[in-house]
């Protein structure tokens, strides 16, 4: 199969990439590099299954000539940085709205037909549901990102019942692990590397989160594309646990041996947007046989080890 996958160069899509290649098949990436790196990439320009073209979701002809020979599209670029939504309302738009409506617009062109989105819990806001479903009622959006995301799955739908494709929306709890360029991790290894006697937390520590490894998440996303049958395919993908914050400063902390004094900001977020209670019910992708390998507690220590060895990364996402 020849997959066009943008965003291919960041975190998850990067991952995405290798395991694609390790399976066969024949893969693109598009990518602006704003947030992505071509380090991660690495693995991939090795291969002659593999091509990479510089290129943003914001321009269509570009984007469309990309995509020219693509059985299936990953869309996997967007704007992740929730916690500054507030600050710049049209990157959120721009980058997760429209480019969706121009991936959309370019499959139109090229003939493609299946597409896989990655979206996020962060679309349930606060919900009274825990854990939560994919058919929960949507509550008010609390975040510029989850609307944004929220605005994509609509187009996706829209597109598949009125030209006929198909389409796998993925609601992400928090994935961490290899490759990793931001998120409370990263934040608090950074913080205490330039002080480990003290650590500032945003909150009160008592925000309840599920985060997931990024192998585990790979391993959903494929799974899905392969088994689910249905014209819109919407599955929440995460872990059967949670953990606090605190829970997490605990680990962290404990494996670089630090014991800091913790500074709380107060308050149940830490800033707007933040749902104090992340909790998804993935019953559908657990009836399609997938199960996470990795607890909460292996993926954020697996996380550390690599920020760890890979210190660059601190440098390029500070």
Not at 133 to 160: D, H, M, R, W
Request: charged content about 20%; aromatic content about 12%; proline content about 3%.
């Amino acid at each position: 199969m020849r997959v066009l996958v943008t965003g291919g160069a960041g975190f998850i899509g990067s991952n995405l990439v290798d395991r694609l290649l390790e399976n066969g098949h024949t893969v693109v990436v598009y990518d602006n590099f704003s947030t992505g790196h071509e380090r991660f990439l690495e693995k991939a320009l090795q291969s002659p299954h593999f091509k990479l073209i510089r290129g943003d979701t914001l321009e269509l002809d570009e984007l469309t000539l990309a995509m020219k020979g693509a059985e299936f599209v990953f869309h996997m670029a967007a704007n992740a940085d929730v916690r500054f939504g507030t600050d710049h309302p049209k990157k959120d738009f721009e980058q997760n709205t429209m480019a969706t409506f121009n991936v959309l617009e370019a499959m139109r062109a090229t003939g493609v037909r299946r597409i896989a989105f990655t979206s996020t819990g962060s679309i349930y806001g606060e919900p009274d549901i825990f854990p939560t479903p994919e058919n929960a009622p949507f509550p008010v959006q609390t975040s510029l990102y989850g609307a944004s995301k929220l605005a994509g799955e609509g187009l996706i739908e829209a597109y598949c019942e009125g030209f006929g494709f198909q389409g796998y929306i993925f609601r992400f709890v928090s994935v961490l692990g290899e490759r990793y360029t931001h998120g409370h991790v990263l934040d608090f290894y950074r913080s205490l590397l330039s002080n480990p006697d003290e650590l500032r937390v945003l909150g009160d520590g008592h925000q309840r989160k599920s985060y997931l490894y990024i192998n585990d998440c790979i391993d959903a996303m494929l799974l899905a594309i392969g088994t689910a049958r249905d014209r819109v395919n919407i599955l929440n993908i995460g872990t059967d646990e949670y953990c606090e914050v605190n829970d997490s400063i605990g680990w962290i902390t404990e494996h670089l041996g630090l014991k800091p004094k913790l500074i709380y900001t107060g308050g149940k977020r830490g800033w707007v947007g933040d749902s104090p209670f992340i909790f998804l019910e993935c019953e559908k992708i657990r009836f399609l046989g997938w199960l996470p390998k990795l607890s909460i507690h292996e993926g954020i220590i697996r996380t550390l080890k690599y920020l760890k060895a890979n210190s660059w990364v601190l440098e390029a996402y500070s």
